[in-house]
């Protein structure tokens, strides 16, 4: 049947657009992934209803909500009465015969994606010995380096941690930092125009006397087929102004691992959506391998392993770059031998 628009059926088609829209733009930011940048505006506001939350204290803009409750697409995540991914609080104390262990990252440790019993923490507790074994998950989205360190001092150490994993991710080192050529932002934007040969030539001299300074004229990032977000990878794990930012916090918990009598371990986790047999890495992750060597970590370069399995098997989804279920069971194997092997060359 034909269908007569009358100007009756015209108005309710238009008041049924209007409401679509009004109804979207209401409901819309609530079911929006709250980012950083977010977080960052001085305009922000904070609601109960979402697991990260503004602090801006203690060197952390963020950290994640004590008892919190969200789901998105379709994954429930809650915090126990510390803010960690869990569904069980731990004593300060522990308790006799218990070896405890500290994760510390960012969203892969957290578990972006993934269930609870998928997340690394959950999937290396069930590896090892029930009641010999604390695994706790201080993991929280969108962390760098030294903002784990940070929330490590300022919390993990109260439960008298045996070991410490720092889960290492390519993405750790992008920390901010002033320059000769401007605030971080103008320092990002002259960087990327430099390489992608956008800017003029006093820019590009800038730049060039910059790199130097850094005892980087030639870089080795330096190639006209580098994707840029891994050259930012790149500059920001070789240039000093930005690692030099990295190795302090290093040297904090080389300290307190000293001081409070734990040991630590640190798992580099590759870029998952590069192709392996293009991968443009190997020579970061051995960078991050010798500098938490210096600093006397055992290191789990887990990039040597991962690249025997297929990309879209080990990827969040088969295509996000975070892991999968099927990632972390093999990385907590990796870590429940190394934890173990730990174990008995010490004797306990």
Known sequence: MKRVFTPAYVLYLALLVAGAVSAYRLLAPRFRPLTVADMARADYQDSPDTVLRKIDRDGLLHDLRPHAKATQDGIDYATNAAGFRDDRDYPRDKPPGTRRVLMIGDSFTFGFGLRLEHTMSHQLTALLEPGKWDVLNMGVPAYDTLMEVQLFATRGLA?????????????????????????PLATEQALEAYYAGTGSPEERARVEAFLASQGQAAAPWNTPTLDPRDRRYFYHAFLPVYWSQIQAALDRLEAMARENGFSVMVAIIPELDRPWDNHPFPTLYEHVHDEMARHGFEVIDLYPLLQHYPNTDLMLWGHDGHTSAYANRIIAHVLAERLLAQQRSRGQ
Not at 159 to 175: G, K, Q, R, S, T
């Open 159 to 183: 439960y008298h941690p045996d070991v410490v994993i720092l889960m290492y991710h390519p993405n750790d080192a992008l920390v901010p930092a002033t320059t000769v050529l401007g605030d």
